[in-house]
């Protein structure tokens, strides 16, 4: 950020903290930062409350996303008995479980990666958790899961990983599957790319 | 926010609050929550404590520009005896006057109006700010500023606004000017509008 004379501190601290997070750029968040001192203090309090309470939110032991309880090791769909443990799905990101959640059509656990790199190497924390995932396979599922669905955007990125994790968990697995491709709701053929629509032709029903 | 199934309520709440924020989308908001959640709990609090600050600026009583110091009413740039008090820059946004002081170009004075609204007529805010102004020019500069300067971004919004201000005020200043127009540094004349290349002729030097 430039050194604008008549900044107040408060407001530059501010600004450099909302630009160190994704998406947010330095004017952004220079404006940003400009607005939130007009708003009124009870509000400023209330948002950085919620800032620490997110900051205080757990990690699961088993499939890694946040849950609130902070008596539990694991987060509420892990300890659900009403799910299959022995079907486990590779996410990159906390908003696409709540995506699949959504759809109400899957009712396995998950495996959550966190932010895949662009170097195409898993990283140490990736790794540490699909370590986890294997010790869980070999001690409580006799080695052996039903399914791995590994549901990666079907990207350039995605389809790397989704190799890597593949060669990792084929022997652990009963099957190791990826999301299916096809035409998306509303697409239309004439605009579709060749991968697509050729999946789409693979997929018929 | 659509109400997803396992989404902790701290996150939720986190990040609707940004999503009220200008410029942030509730998708980004979402995200940018969740990744919030994984910093170090103390960048969460130096953070917060960030918001109560700026909540705890003070807006000048001349310019309504805000300041740090809780001792003083005005603000440094009216407070300093160096600068022109007789000529007043009408400013809509805090990062203009930012814009504005960084070309040490200009050493009067501002008034820092706030957002335009889009019904193209002054709110309440707009209007105090106005009449406060009105009566210093009256009290303090025997009822003639030397210049207004209005310095409004040259677009529909900002021409209209600086006729309501030049009706305004054209009693109570020797001129009431604004930011000249031209082709910006680095501008193609090819490309340029008629607007400003007409501008430009006109301002030729």
Not at 120 to 129: A, M
Not at 139 to 155: C, H, K, V
């Amino acid at each position: 950020m430039p050194t604008y004379p008549h900044l107040p501190e408060s407001i530059r601290s501010l600004s450099e903290a909302l630009s160190s997070l994704p998406s947010l750029g330095p004017r952004q968040s220079l404006r940003l930062a400009f607005y939130l001192s007009q708003r009124d203090p009870e509000n400023l309090k209330r948002l950085s409350q919620d800032l620490i309470n997110v900051g205080e939110l757990k990690t699961c032991g088993q499939c890694f996303f946040i849950h609130e309880d902070k008596n539990q090791v694991l987060c509420p769909i892990c300890r659900d008995p009403g799910r299959n443990n022995k079907q486990i799905a590779f996410i990159e990101k906390e908003t696409e479980l709540l995506a699949l959640e959504q759809t109400a059509q899957y009712r396995g656990r998950y495996l959550l990666l966190g932010p895949l790199e662009k170097n195409g190497l898993l990283n140490d924390l990736q790794r540490s958790r699909m370590q986890t995932l294997k010790k869980f396979i070999v001690q409580e599922l006799g080695s052996s899961a039903d399914e791995i669905l590994i549901a990666l955007s079907p990207t350039r990125y995605g389809d790397h990983y989704a190799d890597i994790i593949k060669k990792e968990f084929s022997t652990l697995a009963k099957r190791v599957t990826r999301l299916g491709r096809g035409l998306p709701r509303g697409g239309e053929i004439e605009f579709a790319d060749d991968e697509t629509l050729g999946a789409s032709l693979e997929g018929r029903n």
